[in-house]
């Protein structure tokens, strides 16, 4: 089948499970899943989609989300929209839900997973969470772009090196920098979609601060320079737009709307960043990129372990979303992030956790299934399906993993320390798939040996953490069993039957049937 059918049957197949068009309120995606808001949840047939082979789980957050994996999820979203529209021209809405009520689970370790998954839900529907969550929408729209003008500075900067293609090499730079240097409109324009405003008043605001002709300006007794401020400036001039801009509507007479209230929106906020918020931010991302360099070249091994054993817990709670207007200042200003590399370990401790938990289970062969199934992709830094389905739910495997992630981040932190600096020039990719994206300041194959060595020092100990400390007694009893049908059963009835104590992921997936079938997307 060709890619582009095999996309179209895709969607087609996930359409009528949620709904159909008329259940769908909105759609987009993110790095790894199809996020689709809903009109009535009630109308989607969970144990169906988890069912298609394309799709690796679901997850319910905002909105509910369908796992299909890096470069799937984008080729098929457009499909899903198209379908979508193309429905609700010739179609009414669905008169009820998808029949038959989904088969029913009733195995501990999912039922664990699935609590957990409930809890931090509910945790994360805080307000603080909540706004970190728009933060992240601002920012994880920007990442195809950073990964790909980052892997093109990498392969400039080996040319430059190896003093290869100097005809070309102008032309990557000019390709790897130019997102780069307008990166604040596009987080100004994200900004204010995000909250409630007009997008591109403030694209128009946040563009204030890339402008040239800020140079000829004065402000706090000095002055302003193009960029100053970067993406917390941009983050900060649109929100002041679109409160500018809601204020403006409300005592703006609609003859006049159209007039004033864009003119005084730019003009306003465009004064404030000018004269106050540019001095400002420029004033925080210069602080952040101080303390990150101070951190780590004076305490780098403690801080590199601190690091790397709390990223994962931090996932679970929602709190990483505010490490990444860090990571894009960082790498606006520096060319890469620090924080990455170290934080990417967390990774490696839970492929170290789960191949312990693999060789600990020898008896179960369902949970076996899902780690070979889940491993490649926690490899290229994809960790969730190895976390929900199997770590997070035993409870201790989770924070053995954490041990192995410190003791990676530890190795890395402990050589910035000493004066190699080891950065990732885009956010996004981890593990494996991170090493095309590092950079560092003593040549890119000591950044790699760095890198590769934190890798397998987290790999090493989350594997010995957790084989040695992973597990009680009554955990390996509840586990190390099989969850096989019995031959008997497949004899009398032509076939396997659901086992009554079947081990399932946290999302009510089989992972006997397909050991894929878990979320993805860290």
């Known amino acids: 089948?060709?890619?582009?059918?095999?996309?179209?049957?895709?969607?087609?197949?996930?359409?009528?499970?949620?709904?159909?068009?008329?259940?769908?309120?909105?759609?987009?995606?993110?790095?790894?899943?199809?996020?689709?808001?809903?009109?009535?949840?009630?109308?989607?047939?969970?144990?169906?989609?988890?069912?298609?082979?394309?799709?690796?789980?679901?997850?319910?957050?905002?909105?509910?989300?369908?796992?299909?994996?890096?470069?799937?999820?984008?080729?098929?979203?457009?499909?899903?929209?198209?379908?979508?529209?193309?429905?609700?021209?010739?179609?009414?809405?669905?008169?009820?839900?998808?029949?038959?009520?989904?088969?029913?689970?009733?195995?501990?370790?999912?039922?664990?997973?699935?609590?957990?998954?409930?809890?931090?839900?509910?945790?994360?529907?805080?307000?603080?969470?909540?706004?970190?969550?728009?933060?992240?929408?601002?920012?994880?729209?920007?990442?195809?772009?950073?990964?790909?003008?980052?892997?093109?500075?990498?392969?400039?900067?080996?040319?430059?090196?190896?003093?290869?293609?100097?005809?070309?090499?102008?032309?990557l730079a000019a390709m790897a920098s130019g997102f780069m240097a307008l990166i604040a409109v596009f987080v100004g324009y994200n900004t204010a979609k995000e909250f409630g405003g007009t997008p591109i008043l403030g694209g128009a605001v946040a563009a204030i601060i890339v402008f040239p002709g800020v140079a000829n300006i004065d402000a706090f007794g000095q002055t302003l320079s193009p960029g100053q401020g970067g993406v917390l400036g941009a983050l900060g001039a649109a929100v002041l737009a679109v409160y500018v801009e809601k204020w403006c509507r409300r005592w703006v007479p609609e003859a006049l709307d159209v007039l004033v209230t864009p003119t005084l929106t730019v003009l306003i906020s465009g004064l404030v960043t000018i004269f106050g918020l540019m001095y400002v931010a420029g004033e925080i991302s210069s602080a952040i990129g101080t303390f990150a360099d101070w951190l780590l070249s004076n305490g780098g091994a403690g801080a590199g372990f601190v690091l790397g054993g709390l990223?994962?817990?931090?996932?679970?709670?929602?709190?990483?979303?505010?490490?990444?207007?860090?990571?894009?200042?960082?790498?606006?200003?520096?060319?890469?992030?620090?924080?990455?590399?170290?934080?990417?370990?967390?990774?490696?401790?839970?492929?170290?956790?789960?191949?312990?938990?693999?060789?600990?289970?020898?008896?179960?062969?369902?949970?076996?299934?899902?780690?070979?199934?889940?491993?490649?992709?926690?490899?290229?830094?994809?960790?969730?399906?190895?976390?929900?389905?199997?770590?997070?739910?035993?409870?201790?495997?989770?924070?053995?993993?954490?041990?192995?992630?410190?003791?990676?981040?530890?190795?890395?932190?402990?050589?910035?320390?000493?004066?190699?600096?080891?950065?990732?020039?885009?956010?996004?990719?981890?593990?494996?798939?991170?090493?095309?994206?590092?950079?560092g300041n003593h040549g890119l194959g000591s950044t790699i040996a760095i890198y590769g060595g934190g890798l397998l020092v987290g790999y090493v100990a989350g594997f010995l953490a957790t084989y040695f400390f992973g597990f009680g007694k009554d955990l390996l009893a509840e586990f190390n069993v099989s969850q096989e049908p019995a031959p008997s059963t497949v004899a009398a009835t032509g076939g396997p039957t659901t086992a009554p104590n079947r081990p399932t992921g946290p999302d009510g997936t089989d992972p006997g049937t397909d050991p894929a079938k878990a979320p993805a997307g860290v």
Not at 50 to 64: F, H, Q, R, S, W
Not at 320 to 326: F, G, R, V, Y
Not at 411 to 428: E, H, K, R, W, Y
């Open 1 to 171: 089948m060709a890619t582009e059918d095999k996309n179209r049957a895709t969607a087609a197949a996930i359409l009528p499970l949620v709904g159909g068009a008329a259940n769908v309120a909105s759609v987009a995606h993110c790095m790894t899943r199809l996020r689709l808001g809903l009109h009535d949840r009630s109308l989607v047939d969970d144990e169906a989609l988890k069912a298609l082979p394309a799709v690796m789980g679901v997850v319910e957050d905002d909105t509910y989300q369908i796992v299909l994996g890096p470069g799937t999820v984008a080729r098929v979203t457009p499909e899903f929209e198209q379908l979508v529209e193309e429905e609700r021209e010739t179609a009414p809405a669905p008169a009820s839900g998808p029949g038959g009520p989904a088969a029913a689970s009733s195995d501990d370790l999912a039922a664990q997973g699935a609590a957990i998954k409930a809890q931090q839900k509910t945790k994360n529907a805080t307000p603080f969470k909540l706004f970190l969550r728009k933060i992240a929408n601002i920012f994880v729209p920007l990442i195809p772009a950073l990964i790909g003008c980052g892997i093109i500075a990498g392969l400039n900067g080996l040319l430059v090196n190896l003093e290869w293609l100097p005809a070309v090499t102008p032309a």
């Open 311 to 439: 990223f994962l817990p931090l996932v679970m709670l929602g709190l990483h979303q505010a490490l990444i207007p860090i990571h894009t200042t960082l790498i606006e200003q520096q060319g890469y992030t620090v924080l990455l590399p170290i934080l990417a370990m967390a990774g490696a401790g839970q492929v170290g956790a789960a191949m312990a938990v693999y060789f600990r289970l020898p008896r179960n062969e369902s949970i076996r299934r899902t780690i070979k199934s889940a491993l490649p992709a926690g490899l290229l830094g994809v960790g969730e399906p190895l976390i929900y389905g199997v770590s997070l739910p035993l409870g201790r495997p989770f924070i053995t993993a954490c041990v192995g992630g410190a003791f990676g981040g530890g190795f890395v932190g402990l050589f910035n320390q000493l004066g190699d600096t080891v950065g990732s020039t885009a956010i996004g990719p981890s593990g494996w798939a991170l090493f095309p994206l590092l950079d």
